[in-house]
């Protein structure tokens, strides 16, 4: 048996006492030969040890105070901090049939880290991303064909312990700030990043180039979140990265489209015409990147983008062979530009909305959302963004101003302090749970005033008159 076995090329775990009990026990089947079954192996992986996740502040009227503060939350890395373990993939084992044949195991894919931060490192020898300061890491996750590449950048981070007394020094930082405590009479914040407080604001001003999230309230303060002059990505010629993965993206259809022309050489003469013309146009892009003054704010990914620019340029001196010959490296540098346009968009988007639980007596200006959580609510307040206002509690004496949707839990009220002011956009949706006469409203100059009811839900038809509708 062991020799038929053989001849019809089954040569791999035979099991003898298989074969024999087929014939002493009259088995009708029996497993006679096992192969060797292949043994899967691991994807490499990065385990974070500290939140990485950007903070995020969502326009909501379902998610719980707790849930929308979580989010908003800025993670950090304290110096010394470890960020994050690689762990390597493990390869599989090799399987073999019956028949002698390999059966391969499912490959593998690596995992890669690259530091873009002076303020990273990557302790090789223990496979550990550590912070060398206080930061806020920013990573970016990029899907390679046989790998997976973790991007690692920071933002500079300044952290108060505890609450910045009466009337101390104006405090400005070039990145984010994070306030263990209240800031009290008289203060000056200034971040070009976010700003976290974790008490509340009293008499003071608070500006920040992106979010300012605070954990208890506001009183007779001004906010300003997202209009700051000269904010850290803001900097960035993002238009101009922008028009480089356009124009690069144009001339590779030229290019590819040029044999369809080779026979006419009119056609062929337009095509190369278009094809300078957009060199030319991409040379003025890459001068304005150029140009881009350093910041400790990803300052080593905006170096990164220079050194891709400065190779794009010396490709682009070539004429429309030496284009053609560079072909490979011109669609090299165009995925890693779109790539970090991608980031810098991302960064640049998430700006210029505050989180708090209430507030009194202010002023507060955003270019996007405003979200007030608690049942506090907004008294005595003027509220200008140019996004939405979801207020989870009472609006009286107030006048806020949006371009988009608003959500008031309770607007205005019987009697005193009921004058409410709401100034929308022809689009804005309201939407209010309690509303009470007194509570004005304008879609953009068309106005409304409000009867007392409840679930009351506004908004302007076609022909721009007011609907009352229920929520």
Request: aromatic share 6%.
């Given at each position: 048996?062991?020799?038929?076995?053989?001849k019809?090329?089954?040569?791999?775990?035979?099991?003898?006492?298989?074969?024999?009990?087929?014939?002493?026990?009259?088995?009708?089947?029996?497993?006679?030969?096992?192969?060797?079954?292949?043994?899967?192996?691991?994807?490499?992986?990065?385990?974070?040890?500290?939140?990485?996740?950007?903070?995020?502040?969502?326009?909501?009227?379902?998610?719980?105070?707790?849930?929308?503060?979580?989010?908003?939350?800025?993670?950090?890395?304290?110096?010394?901090?470890?960020?994050?373990?690689?762990?390597?993939?493990?390869?599989?084992?090799?399987?073999?049939?019956?028949?002698?044949?390999?059966?391969?195991?499912p490959?593998?894919?690596?995992?890669?880290?690259?530091?873009?931060s002076?303020?990273?490192?990557?302790?090789?020898?223990?496979?550990?991303?550590?912070?060398?300061?206080?930061?806020?890491?920013?990573?970016?996750k990029?899907?390679?064909?046989?790998?997976?590449?973790?991007?690692?950048?920071?933002?500079?981070?300044?952290?108060?312990?505890?609450?910045?007394?009466?009337?101390?020094?104006?405090?400005?930082?070039?990145?984010d700030?994070?306030?263990?405590?209240?800031?009290?009479?008289?203060?000056?914040?200034?971040?070009?990043g976010?700003?976290?407080?974790?008490?509340?604001?009293?008499?003071?001003?608070?500006?920040?180039?992106?979010?300012?999230?605070?954990?208890?309230?506001?009183?007779?303060?001004?906010?300003?979140?997202?209009?700051?002059?000269?904010?850290?990505?803001?900097?960035?010629?993002?238009?101009?990265?922008?028009?480089?993965?356009?124009?690069?993206?144009?001339?590779?259809?030229?290019?590819?489209?040029?044999?369809?022309?080779?026979?006419?050489?009119?056609?062929?003469?337009?095509?190369?015409?278009?094809?300078?013309?957009?060199?030319?146009?991409?040379?003025?892009?890459?001068?304005?990147?150029?140009?881009?003054?350093?910041?400790?704010?990803?300052?080593?990914?905006?170096?990164?983008?220079?050194?891709?620019?400065?190779?794009?340029?010396?490709?682009?001196?070539?004429?429309?062979?030496?284009?053609?010959?560079?072909?490979?490296?011109?669609?090299e540098?165009?995925?890693?530009?779109?790539?970090?346009?991608?980031?810098?968009?991302?960064?640049?988007?998430?700006?210029?909305?505050?989180l708090?639980?209430?507030?009194?007596?202010?002023?507060?200006?955003?270019?996007?959302?405003?979200?007030?959580t608690?049942?506090?609510?907004?008294?005595?307040?003027?509220?200008?963004?140019?996004?939405?206002?979801?207020?989870?509690?009472?609006?009286?004496?107030?006048?806020?101003?949006?371009?988009?949707?608003?959500?008031?839990?309770?607007?205005?009220?019987?009697?005193?302090?009921?004058?409410?002011?709401?100034?929308?956009?022809?689009?804005?949706?309201?939407?209010?749970?309690?509303?009470y006469?007194?509570?004005?409203?304008?879609?953009?100059?068309?106005?409304?005033?409000?009867?007392?009811?409840?679930?009351?839900?506004?908004?302007?038809?076609?022909?721009?008159?007011?609907?009352?509708?229920?929520?």
């Open positions: 048996m062991e020799s038929d076995l053989r019809n090329g089954i040569i791999v775990s035979v099991d003898k006492s298989a074969l024999i009990n087929v014939y002493t026990q009259n088995k009708k089947e029996a497993v006679i030969a096992r192969g060797i079954p292949y043994k899967s192996g691991r994807d490499g992986y990065l385990e974070f040890i500290i939140k990485t996740d950007k903070p995020r502040i969502l326009y909501t009227e379902t998610l719980s105070e707790e849930d929308i503060f979580k989010m908003a939350s800025i993670p950090f890395a304290r110096k010394g901090d470890v960020i994050g373990k690689l762990h390597k993939p493990i390869k599989g084992e090799n399987g073999i049939s019956v028949r002698g044949r390999i059966i391969n195991a490959p593998v894919r690596d995992v890669e880290v690259k530091i873009l002076n303020s990273i490192v990557f302790k090789e020898d223990e496979d550990k991303i550590v912070a060398i300061a206080d930061i806020r890491p920013v990573v970016h990029k899907d390679e064909n046989d790998k997976v590449v973790y991007l690692f950048n920071s933002i500079p981070m300044l952290i108060y312990e505890g609450s910045i007394t009466k009337n101390s020094r104006s405090v400005t930082f070039d990145g700030i994070i306030i263990n405590g209240n800031v009290e009479k008289g203060n000056q914040i200034i971040a070009s976010n700003v976290q407080i974790l008490g509340s604001v009293y008499e003071s001003v608070v500006q920040g180039g992106q979010n300012i999230i605070i954990y208890g309230g506001i009183v007779d303060s001004q906010l300003h979140a997202g209009f700051l002059p000269g904010n850290i990505f803001d900097k960035i010629e993002l238009h101009a990265v922008n028009l480089i993965v356009e124009k690069l993206s144009a001339i590779f259809v030229h290019i590819k489209e040029l044999p369809t022309v080779m026979n006419n050489s009119r056609h062929l003469s337009e095509k190369i015409k278009l094809i300078e013309t957009l060199k030319e146009e991409l040379k003025t892009s890459s001068r304005e990147i150029s140009m881009i003054r350093s910041s400790n704010v990803l300052q080593n990914l905006l170096e990164y983008l220079k050194s891709l620019v400065k190779t794009l340029n010396n490709i682009l001196d070539y004429d429309i062979i030496g284009l053609i010959k560079h072909l490979n490296s011109l669609k540098i165009y995925e890693k530009i779109l790539f970090i346009s991608r980031i810098l968009a991302e960064e640049h988007e998430n700006k210029g909305r505050i708090a639980k209430w507030v009194h007596d202010s002023k507060i200006y955003a270019m996007k959302d405003v979200i007030i608690s049942e506090a609510g907004c008294y005595n307040t003027k509220i200008s963004t140019n996004g939405s206002v979801s207020i989870n509690g009472k609006v009286k004496m107030s006048t806020i101003e949006f371009d988009k949707n608003i959500f008031v839990k309770e607007a205005g009220s019987h009697g005193v302090g009921s004058y409410v002011l709401l100034k929308g956009s022809k689009n804005s949706i309201v939407k209010i749970l309690y509303g006469e007194g509570v004005e409203l304008y879609f953009d100059k068309i106005g409304y005033k409000l009867k007392n009811g409840e679930k009351i839900k506004l908004y302007l038809d076609k022909d721009e008159k007011v609907v009352e509708d229920i929520i």
